[in-house]
């Protein structure tokens, strides 16, 4: 299937034709227009101490390297994505190797440093993520998790369509704590990004006001400030201007909450996330009813407590059920093991689950049950294919958070912050050049 025939289908004749009267308002021939809305999203950041992460094709970073080269500079994050902009579904697994090798060859030739890649359209596929492994990406952000903030009954039948296209084309999963926080899969870390986006909200809705579309985000973001996720947010650079509004919303809602956001490029969240992973606890019982806890973290680590008595420890009250606790090295009282049980029977890739998502987590016997938490026994391990895995992984931690027993658990983010936004963006093409160049270069390759 070629460009025009693939953006047809996923957009439909109304959208697609609309789609080509706004390249010519959001591009011009030279780089002015796009350096502009690039450097708007590096100003809007700035206040906040962080910076963005841009995503580019090889083909266009090689048509303007000095422009990608100065937002580089500026303090944004460089990915890949793609050689050409095409949608690797379509692709074999060779096919994939060979044009993801060419776009690190390609980065490398200019110099342009990287550690992630997002495909053009979230188009990931199995062999994406073993390609992806195989070449040492760092990460991947192709999961786009959907928030349900849009009234898609109100919504006219044509409009609806579009809205609804653009769902299937992202393939988006369902919003759970676990779909909203990273994890590897190998040594591929893979960060899912949430929807709607600003192309879902502009062109497809066709909602022109930049506060709207900033209060629909800040909804997105308190969202997932409860679940304790990551907010990635994919904003593509031509709309930079357009939606300046509504990421200054959003931005003045993650720094409204109770506890702080942490606002940073993927590349930290990725640097974070392998910290985090090295993460244990020891647990060792005392005397009936009191255990003495060692953890092994960095200073960045928030270790929580819920249902528990801390002894001689000042803790600092995080919620209703849970304190945090500065001390690497305390004691505690509880009935029960303040740790999830894992029976013998119970793969290792469970246990290895449960210790990614930060919660202590030992084997015992059926005998002990009663002595835990929480206690699993899943002989079968997560399932087999990927939707039975993501409903068992996102059941478990949902079993696991609505415990009201004794339970330690490393916090997902570093220093005390309660969730993650990252602000990122696809730089599909710079000028009007490069828009149709896409034609060509996806039908070359």
């Known amino acids: 299937m070629n460009l025009?025939?693939?953006?047809?289908?996923?957009?439909g004749p109304r959208n697609f034709a609309r789609r080509l009267w706004t390249v010519f308002s959001r591009f011009g021939f030279s780089e002015?227009?796009?350096?502009?809305?690039?450097?708007?999203?590096?100003?809007e950041l700035k206040p906040y101490q962080a910076a963005p992460t841009f995503f580019i094709p090889a083909v266009v970073l090689q048509r303007h390297p000095?422009?990608?080269?100065?937002?580089?500079q500026a303090g944004a994050e460089i990915g890949i994505h793609g050689y050409v902009h095409n949608d690797y579904r379509q692709l074999s697994k060779d096919a994939q190797y060979t044009q993801t090798s060419r776009a690190i060859a390609t980065f490398q030739?200019?110099?342009?440093?990287?550690?992630?890649?997002?495909?053009p359209y979230l188009?990931?596929?199995?062999?994406s993520v073993q390609v992806f492994t195989d070449l040492g990406f760092v990460y991947e952000s192709n999961e786009a998790v959907l928030h349900d903030v849009v009234d898609q009954a109100s919504l006219p039948p044509t409009i609806l369509d579009g809205y609804q296209k653009s769902l299937a084309l992202y393939r988006a999963l369902s919003c759970t704590t676990y779909a909203l926080r990273p994890h590897f899969e190998d040594t591929l870390l893979r960060i899912p990004t949430s929807i709607p986006d600003d192309e879902m909200l502009f062109d497809r809705l066709r909602i022109t006001s930049g506060e709207e579309v900033g209060k629909l985000w800040s909804l997105v973001m308190q969202h997932v400030y409860?679940?304790?996720?990551?907010y990635v947010l994919n904003l593509h650079p031509e709309r930079g201007v357009l939606c300046r509004q509504a990421l200054s919303i959003l931005l003045r809602t993650a720094t409204s909450q109770p506890r702080p956001v942490w606002i940073t490029r993927l590349d930290e969240i990725a640097r974070w996330w392998k910290e985090r992973a090295r993460f244990t606890f020891t647990l060792q019982q005392t005397?009936?009813?009191?255990?003495?806890i060692v953890a092994d973290c960095t200073e960045r680590a928030t270790i929580l407590a819920r249902h528990v008595q801390l002894v001689e420890q000042p803790t600092t009250t995080r919620n209703e059920h849970e304190v945090s606790v500065e001390a690497r090295s305390f004691t505690l009282e509880a009935l029960q093991c303040p740790a999830i049980g894992v029976s013998p029977e119970t793969p290792e890739a469970v246990l290895a689950f449960l210790h990614e998502q930060g919660y202590a987590a030992l084997r015992a016997s059926e005998e002990e049950r009663a002595?835990?938490?929480?206690y699993l026994h899943l002989p079968a391990g997560l399932g087999t294919s990927r939707s039975a895995q993501f409903e068992m992984r996102s059941d478990i931690i949902q079993q696991i958070e609505g415990l009201t027993a004794p339970l330690l658990r490393f916090a997902c983010w570093p220093s005390g912050h309660q969730a993650a936004l990252s602000i990122s963006g696809d730089i599909d093409s710079v000028t009007i050049q490069d828009f149709f160049l896409r034609i060509l270069e996806v039908g070359s390759v």
């Open 226 to 230: 409860e679940l304790e996720g990551a």
């Open 123 to 127: 188009g990931w596929s199995e062999d």
């Open 109 to 119: 030739q200019v110099k342009m440093p990287f550690q992630g890649f997002r495909n």
């Open 32 to 43: 002015t227009r796009n350096r502009r809305s690039l450097e708007t999203l590096i100003h």
């Open 66 to 72: 000095r422009l990608l080269a100065d937002i580089e």
């Open 287 to 292: 005397a009936p009813g009191t255990w003495h």
């Open 4 to 11: 025009v025939s693939f953006s047809i289908k996923t957009k």
């Open 371 to 374: 002595s835990y938490a929480h």
